[in-house]
């Protein structure tokens, strides 16, 4: 279960929290009260959708705890199986979703990843939110519209290809 | 019957209301046709595909079944023991720092030396640190500490200053 699981929650922390120890601390402490309260979780639910709905109050308990920065600089982008020309592009469209995701709110935030990284169905993202589909449908609209506008608006750190990769790709 | 493209379009646009687009998504659900024609739609697709999954430390498993067998951290409940404990240590403290330091007259020193005890026991009374019965039999040893402490020094003194006369 911690092996099956610990992924996905650690890859959903970090992109809400944008932070590597703080998406660390709340996917541990997503994993220790799933295990903990095994006990209270319902069979009818689905059981992915019980630990993203824990890993979801964590991470906001840990933004609340800490405070959220929107900087960049927290990932490795680099995808060395492109070629240089589609590198640059792929860098640069990666580059762009990550400032604009990271200028979402984070109930807007939480659906894109959901849906877009970690491929939940649009019933599953509803099931995770405790929300009826048709509220959840109405949020993933207005965040994809919003990331749209912030994605044409982003502006990369560095010319496009001269800077590339995101911090941490090794200097 | 899947979802006309039409319909898809507005669908990935956010033009539907929430009933229809929730009874598009359920068909999406379930329909994986109908939902690689919607990604197909959906402008920051490529985006999405560029961006690469963090790399989750190797270690965070091991780190998590041992943050979950660790044994729940105690809550130290104060005791009457300890608290007795600390209510004596404190009259008796304050009475040794005043008859070690102390080279006034026997008795103002054995004067302050309990006024130093009873203060630090009341003192540790009123801050919820020791229950009344405790303070009270702190403070009754304290005095006992105290009175063998100014015998021992009368002792010392006699023993170490009989010529000074
Ligand atoms: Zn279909």
């Not at chain 2, 939902?35 to 498993?61: G, H, M, N, Q």
């Not at chain 2, 004596?88 to 720092?97: R, S």
């Amino acid at each position: 279960m911690i092996q099956r699981y610990t992924p996905s929650v650690y890859r959903f922390c970090a992109r809400m929290l944008r932070d590597d120890e703080d998406a660390r601390d709340a996917a541990q402490n997503t994993l220790v009260k799933v295990i903990r309260n095994l006990h209270r979780y319902d069979p009818e639910r689905k059981f992915s959708t019980w630990v993203f709905g824990i890993a979801r109050n964590t991470a906001i308990d840990e933004q609340r705890r800490r405070r959220f920065t929107t900087e960049l600089g927290d990932r490795d982008l680099a995808d060395t199986r492109s070629s240089p020309l589609e590198e640059t592009s792929r860098q640069e469209r990666a580059e762009r979703l990550h400032e604009a995701l990271g200028q979402l709110p984070p109930m807007y935030r939480e659906v894109l990843v959901l849906y877009h990284f970690e491929h939940f169905k649009y019933q599953e993202i509803a099931e995770t939110l405790e929300l009826p589909l048709g509220t959840v449908m109405n949020r993933i609209f207005r965040a994809r519209r919003r990331l749209r506008e912030l994605y044409e608006a982003a502006e990369l750190p560095e010319a496009p290809g001269v800077h590339g990769v995101v911090a941490g790709a090794g200097g | 019957m899947h979802v006309h493209d039409d319909l898809l379009r507005r669908f990935v646009d956010g033009a539907l209301d929430d009933e229809v687009a929730a009874s598009v998504a359920i068909h999406l659900d379930s329909c994986s046709r109908c939902a690689t024609r919607a990604a197909t739609l959906e402008p920051l697709a490529l985006a999405f595909a560029a961006v690469d999954d963090p790399i989750v430390p190797a270690e965070l498993p091991h780190d998590i079944l041992t943050a979950i067998h660790a044994p729940p951290v105690p809550v130290i409940e104060p005791t009457l023991g300890a608290e007795l404990g600390l209510a004596l240590a404190l009259a008796a403290a304050a009475a040794l720092l005043v008859v070690l330091t102390g080279d006034g007259p026997a008795l103002m020193v054995d004067a302050a030396a309990a006024m130093g005890g009873a203060s630090a026991a009341f003192g540790a009374l009123s801050l919820d640190l020791v229950e009344p019965g405790a303070a009270l039999l702190g403070l009754s040893l304290g005095a006992a500490l105290l009175m063998a402490l100014g015998a021992t020094r009368d002792l010392l003194g006699r023993v170490f200053s009989p010529g000074r006369v």
